[in-house]
């Protein structure tokens, strides 16, 4: 039983960095903050969840501080990429949704 626990609390410490990144960009209104406060409260939020995630890990000792500092490091990182990538599509989306406006002399002109 306790190898089933510290399998399913590894898939969860490597999970857990692109699971909250997702979670926080789809369903928070960090969409209304700049892009440099955007990619730190991500990136923040994803260490903090790791580094609870391994803290738990530490006390089932599956993993060292070692491996905590790492992982917590990492998570930092995926969690502030994920939050670019996933703002850089939302431009994208933005750049397709603009209305066109005719000109005068016919010309489609987006705004």
């Known amino acids: 039983?306790?190898?089933l626990l510290d399998?399913?609390?590894g898939l969860i410490i490597f999970f857990a960095p692109l699971i909250t990144a997702f979670a926080l960009v789809t369903f928070s209104p960090l969409r209304q903050l700049h892009q440099p406060v955007r990619?730190?409260?991500i990136g923040l939020a994803?260490?903090?969840?790791?580094?609870f995630l391994s803290a738990l890990g530490m006390l089932r000792?599956?993993?060292g501080s070692r491996a905590?500092?790492?992982i917590v490091g990492v998570s930092i990182v995926i969690?502030?990429?994920f939050g670019l990538l996933a703002s850089s599509e939302s431009i994208s989306q933005k750049k397709n949704d603009e209305p066109v406006r005719k000109s005068d002399d016919?010309?489609?002109v987006n705004f």
């Open 1 to 3: 039983m306790t190898n």
């Open 61 to 63: 000792g599956m993993i």
């Open 39 to 41: 990619l730190s409260v």
């Open 106 to 108: 016919g010309i489609n």
């Open 68 to 70: 905590l500092l790492f």
């Open 46 to 51: 994803n260490g903090a969840i790791a580094a």
């Open 7 to 9: 399998s399913i609390l």
């Open 79 to 81: 969690g502030a990429f």
